[in-house]
């Protein structure tokens, strides 16, 4: 049974920093695109960094590029989310997500994820 576990967001000042972490189950976390996406107050959910399977080709939304770095871990079989430099703009909840196919891209869309964690808010406020 697959399953996605977020944990670590919180309360965070603008500038600060926080890193987000999803365990998974079910599946390696290497072997398949997993990545991350953010639901703000009233916007769509969206792409925020994806990793692909195996050739670790990466994607970043540009809102969040030179902020945010994504990592897996196999040996935990984890994937991680660290955000710097935030900004009230970051508030959101995120999601860690995978699409279990075998081909070696990222795609990084919503509508192309196959399964979803529950979700962990990030609140980015002085």
């Known amino acids: 049974q697959v399953q996605l576990v977020e944990s670590g967001g919180g309360l965070v000042q603008p500038g600060g920093s926080l890193r987000l972490s999803c365990v998974v189950s079910?599946?390696?976390?290497?072997?398949?695109?997993v990545g991350w996406f953010r639901r703000a107050p009233g916007k769509e959910r969206e792409g925020v960094s994806c990793i692909s399977a195996s050739d670790d080709i990466t994607y970043y939304a540009d809102s969040v590029k030179g902020r945010f770095t994504i990592s897996r871990d196999k040996a935990k079989n984890a994937l991680y989310l660290q955000l710097n430099s935030i900004t009230p703009d970051d508030t959101a909840v995120y999601y860690c997500?995978?699409?279990?196919?075998?081909?070696?891209?990222?795609?990084?869309?919503?509508?192309?994820?196959?399964?979803w964690g529950e979700g962990t808010l990030v609140t980015v406020s002085s």
């Open positions: 997500a995978t699409r279990l196919t075998q081909r070696i891209e990222v795609i990084c869309r919503p509508s192309a994820m196959h399964y």
């Open positions: 079910g599946f390696t976390v290497d072997d398949y695109e």
